[in-house]
């Protein structure tokens, strides 16, 4: 069996082809809703600066952005209820999946408490301002703000279910749902247009509103199908002395720990080029990372698919390496990569009215990251277990300074591409790298503890 672990088996399975449709499904959801939420986004746009103006526009984006920098807010219960869903033979019927939501759902609710004590704590005080700064308006700024937290603090719960449709298999279903929150928001709009309203303080609640109704739609398509589930989970929560939820900090724990790290180590490229670099590198940055945001948005639905592939495969005592599919998305994320690298010259002049130039620096250092990230994102769904969460906590803690000091010392050399080069590069020592080398160790270990089945390539 150990043989069979280094020379993975090539042929593919049936099972390995219906890997793929949920896959392709998912990429090709993605790209279609990031189409039509793109084309409404403008419309929507469009109809705020016009009827409310440029300071009730800078508000509602500085307002949608408070959401993104509370990626703890869910404590990393999303892993525990994706794995538990995914592992188990029949959702609906195990106590354990039904122990976990409970468990999931009374952590999210206290976490929710807690940041709307929080947001109470800072209107009350009348410090909105100096967390978020001079975009907010004078007068509906701070209650806005509230209102804002509150309604995203009520979204956290509906939001379990959507890790549901994941696990069930349902991932397209899931970001078509998504995509609604777009469509939403631009009829909002439409309607404080139509009414005559005036000032605009409060659109940014309509957008975290569509988010709530969106995310409660999740809930209703992935309980509708585990019968009964959901009675029982309501039943429970409330019984905090005589039913108690399982133990999730497991995989909860290291969870959270990576949802947070790794994006503030991605997020640091904007604080260094502002820092080092001029107005116009930042543009050409920002402008290239929303092109390249296309792809690696569609990497990610398209790979999330592959959790509960591996989570079954795990459950079945069943070996099943990642490194095909690893293969696989490194050569399509470097083709997808490459096109739109060798169309930017076309598109940016395009998209930005030739205010906006984007060098070869920060085109290529972008493909190399998405082609990185693509090929990281098999071995990252392998390794969601309690161990392999566990396994990748120090290395993306690592990436955080690794990552600052080699763009750092990269942004003045090549400007708004160093810090990109340096993303690109941590990528591969820190995550990718430790991955090939866990993945195989872990096959390995568990060919020799006896693996039901011969080893399935991804």
């Known amino acids: ?4 672990v280094a020379r993975l088996d090539a042929r593919p399975r049936t099972a390995d082809r219906g890997t793929w449709r949920p896959l392709l499904q998912s990429a090709g959801a993605k790209l279609l809703v990031t189409g039509v939420s793109g084309a409404v986004s403008l419309v929507s746009v469009r109809l705020v600066l016009e009827h409310f103006g440029v300071a009730a526009y800078a508000q509602y984006g500085l307002l949608v952005s408070v959401a993104a920098l509370l990626p703890f807010a869910d404590l990393g219960m999303g892993a525990a ?39 109470v704590v800072l209107t009350a005080t009348g410090s909105w301002r100096a967390v978020l700064g001079d975009g907010l308006l004078p007068g509906s700024g701070p209650t806005a703000a509230l209102l804002c937290l509150v309604v995203f603090c009520l979204t956290l719960p509906l939001a379990v279910g959507q890790r549901m449709l994941t696990a069930l298999g349902r991932n397209p279903v899931r970001i078509l749902v998504q995509g609604l929150a777009s469509p939403l928001f631009a009829l909002g709009v439409l309607l404080l247009v139509l009414a005559g309203a005036r000032g605009g303080g409060y659109l940014a609640v309509l957008s975290y509103a569509g988010g709530a109704v969106v995310a409660g739609l999740g809930s209703v398509i992935a309980f509708r199908g585990l019968p009964g589930l959901a009675r029982r ?25 990576l949802t947070v790290a790794f994006p ?9 080029l502002s820092h080092l670099s001029s107005t116009a590198a930042l543009a050409a940055y920002g402008l290239a990372a ?47 990569a490459t096109a739109l690298g060798l169309l930017l010259p076309l598109v940016v002049p395009l998209v930005s009215g030739g205010r906006v130039e984007v060098d070869g ?4 250092s972008f493909a190399a990251l998405v082609t990185v990230q693509a090929a990281n994102y098999p071995l990252g769904m392998y390794m969601t277990d309690a161990a392999g969460l ?59 503890a006896g693996g039901d089945g011969a080893l399935t390539r991804g």
């Open 361 to 364: 620096w920060l085109t290529w």
């Open 390 to 448: 566990r396994f990748q906590v120090p290395f993306v803690l690592a990436l955080v300074p690794v990552n600052l000091a080699l763009s750092w010392w990269l942004t003045p050399l090549l400007g708004p591409g160093g810090p990109v080069v340096g993303s690109a590069v941590t990528v591969l020592l820190c995550q990718l790298l430790p991955g090939v080398v866990y993945v195989r160790r872990d096959l390995r270990r568990r060919a020799a």
């Open 81 to 119: 209820v994706t794995n538990s869903v995914a592992g188990s033979r029949s959702p609906a019927d195990d106590d354990g999946v039904r122990a976990t939501l409970v468990g999931v759902y009374r952590a999210i609710a206290l976490s929710g408490l807690v940041l709307v004590a929080a947001g």
């Open 290 to 336: 929303s092109l390249f945001g296309i792809l690696s948005q569609t990497v990610t639905a398209a790979g999330v698919t592959l959790w509960p592939v591996f989570a079954r495969a795990r459950r079945a005592g069943q070996l099943r390496s990642p490194f095909g599919l690893a293969g696989t998305f490194l050569a399509g994320g470097a083709l997808a």
């Open 233 to 257: 989970v309501a039943r429970d929560l409330p019984r905090l002395r005589r039913v108690r939820g399982a133990r999730v900090v497991d995989v909860a724990g290291p969870w959270l720990v």
């Open 1 to 4: 069996m150990t043989d069979d």
């Open 264 to 272: 503030v180590a991605m997020q640091t490229d904007r604080l260094l």
